[in-house]
């Protein structure tokens, strides 16, 4: 029996349509794998963003919290000050003189 020319077309473009493939098939796995590590990446960033978002929120509330305490520290201050001047007695000099006995 003899293989005619359609016999072998049949097998030679099959042979190449099967190697053709095989870099497809890689490219396909290789994207599939780059897709699940871009999500896995995608997914650190959102977390990584809200821990971001949590620190600024807790700057701010200290930041708040600093300016009440140094306006009450200055209102103290302020307070000591006018009080302090109020209450001032007059200076007396006393010296005392040494005596020749």
């Known amino acids: 029996m003899h293989a005619s020319g359609l016999d072998i077309f049949v097998v030679a473009s099959g042979s190449f349509s099967i190697v053709a493939t ?18 896995r990446l995608q997914l ?9 978002r949590e620190l600024q929120h807790e700057i701010h509330v200290d930041q708040r919290d600093t300016r009440t ?4 520290t200055k209102e103290t201050v302020e307070r000591v000050a ?4 109020r209450r001032r007695l007059p200076r007396i000099r006393v010296e005392l003189a040494p005596t020749n006995d």
């Open 22 to 39: 095989i870099p497809l098939v890689y490219l396909a796995l290789v994207s599939f794998r780059d897709g699940r590590e871009l999500r």
């Open 44 to 52: 650190e960033v959102a977390q990584l963003m809200g821990e971001v």
């Open 69 to 72: 305490e140094l306006g009450q």
């Open 82 to 85: 006018r009080a302090t001047e």
